[in-house]
């Protein structure tokens, strides 16, 4: 006979089953909130008693609210996972109502944003608010477009140091998107390597296309007379003409900002921030950008304004690019006056 704590329980639990129902999610969306979900119980199985929830773990806005939705949707699935466990007998009924006082807790705390009611929310967000509220401070938001303006010089040079001394396991991954300044996702669906001379060519199949936006593929050529793209042209050398990454994209980009923990570059690096400085990069080499929209993989010139920039005077701090072919011609959109100050 189960006590009356035990039944309040149990009935939370199902309600928390039957009422609580999620939209469906990307593959990638998906493996990336159980990456982070993965994270968030690490650091609740370590407090124990102590723990208190996922408010302090943020660095920033963004990942706030990342945090929110992977630990929300695992929460809850938990629960559900617990509850047909339960009914089919397929765990003893201890260990079960044990898990279920650890996990009933957490989904109740992050309900789905939709299950909260709509007079709670503020245009911030109804969770982010309370944590400000409890004086818990989080970061604003940074702009990596703007970021890089404060890394050094060779900042490219030495992550790809660092990351050849400690064998970093996605070496070739990071050579990919030190010389082309590719998208992460891109890397995972895979790049053609080839080397011509002494020059290496790599094609890149788009991500984010539409029938008129983004491009299907591109073709880079850059010199090999830098260490990252030398490394690649080395790999086609002994047979390797493809290069891609089974990790996810957030695990890439994880791995590439603890590599840089020890850099002093006063914030967390991320691929992203890899693309942006390629992007100035760019900029820097070529006159034209139509040439720059189709190397960063755009299919209108108004999308670089989106994206990093540095003085002419800082010059090509990465692989030196030669040219760029793209699937689309590039149109040359203007943007508007609101767009050009926000450069």
Wanted: proline residues 5%.
């Amino acid at each position: 006979m189960l006590s009356l704590a035990k039944q309040n329980l149990l009935t939370r639990a199902v309600s928390i089953m039957r009422s609580v129902k999620f939209g469906p999610i990307s593959a990638s969306s998906d493996a990336k909130y159980a990456e982070v979900a993965a994270q968030i119980e690490a650091h609740m199985m370590r407090d124990g008693d102590l723990w208190t929830g996922i408010e302090s773990l943020a660095s920033t806005h963004r990942y706030a609210y990342l945090q929110r939705a992977a630990w929300s949707r695992h929460a809850h699935s938990m629960v559900s996972r617990l509850i047909k466990d339960l009914h089919a007998q397929r765990i003893p009924a201890k260990d079960g109502l044990a898990q279920l006082e650890i996990w009933v807790p957490e989904a109740e705390r992050y309900p789905p944003r939709q299950a909260i009611p709509r007079q709670e929310r503020t245009k911030a967000g109804d969770w982010l608010t309370a944590v400000r509220a409890s004086g818990i401070k989080i970061p604003p938001s940074r702009s990596k477009r703007r970021g890089i303006l404060s890394l050094p010089d060779d900042w490219l040079d030495q992550i790809w140091s660092v990351a050849v001394d400690k064998e970093f396991k996605y070496l070739d991954s990071l050579a990919v998107l030190i010389t082309t300044g590719c998208r992460p996702a891109e890397i995972c669906d895979g790049v053609e390597i080839e080397v011509v001379d002494d020059h290496l060519t790599i094609t890149v199949t788009g991500r984010k296309t539409t029938d008129v936006n983004g491009q299907p593929w591109r073709r880079l050529t850059v010199s090999t007379d830098s260490s990252p793209a030398a490394h690649l042209a080395e790999q086609f050398r002994l047979g390797q003409t493809k290069i891609r990454c089974t990790a996810t994209p957030c695990a890439i980009s994880l791995a590439i900002a603890d590599l840089a923990v020890g850099l002093n570059f006063g914030r967390r690096i991320s691929a992203y921030d890899i693309r942006h400085q390629r992007s100035a990069d760019i900029r820097n080499s070529f006159d034209d950008m139509a040439i720059v929209s189709a190397w960063l993989g755009h299919a209108s010139t108004s999308t670089a304004r989106y994206y990093g920039r540095a003085p002419k005077s800082s010059g090509c701090r990465g692989p030196r690019p030669i040219s760029a072919i793209a699937a689309r011609m590039v149109r040359t959109n203007k943007p508007s006056v609101v767009n050009k100050l926000d450069c």
